[in-house]
C-alpha cells in the first residue's frame, strides 16, 4: 500500500529500504499470547478464517509470519 501511496513499484521500495536500513519487523509475541488473542477473536468470529484472523492483528498492530 505504502508503494502505491508513493507511485513506485514495491521492489523498488523494498531496495530503497534496504539500503536505508529500514525493517519492517515481527511483533515480538510469546505463542501463548498469540493463542489467546487468537481464540478470543475466534469466540466473536467461530467461522472466520485464517486471513480474518490475520487481518485482526494486523488491525491492532500485530504482525506474525
Known amino acids: 500500500e505504502l508503494a502505491d501511496?508513493?507511485?513506485?513499484?514495491?521492489?523498488?521500495?523494498?531496495?530503497?529500504?534496504?539500503?536505508?536500513?529500514?525493517?519492517?519487523?515481527?511483533?515480538?509475541?510469546?505463542?501463548?499470547?498469540?493463542?489467546?488473542?487468537?481464540?478470543?477473536f475466534k469466540k466473536r468470529r467461530p467461522d472466520s478464517g485464517i486471513r480474518y484472523i490475520i487481518g485482526h492483528l494486523r488491525r491492532h498492530g500485530i504482525r506474525v509470519q
Open 5 to 40: 501511496i508513493l507511485g513506485v513499484h514495491r521492489n523498488t521500495l523494498r531496495l530503497y529500504m534496504k539500503r536505508h536500513g529500514i525493517q519492517r519487523k515481527y511483533s515480538e509475541l510469546t505463542n501463548a499470547d498469540l493463542d489467546v488473542l487468537i481464540s478470543e
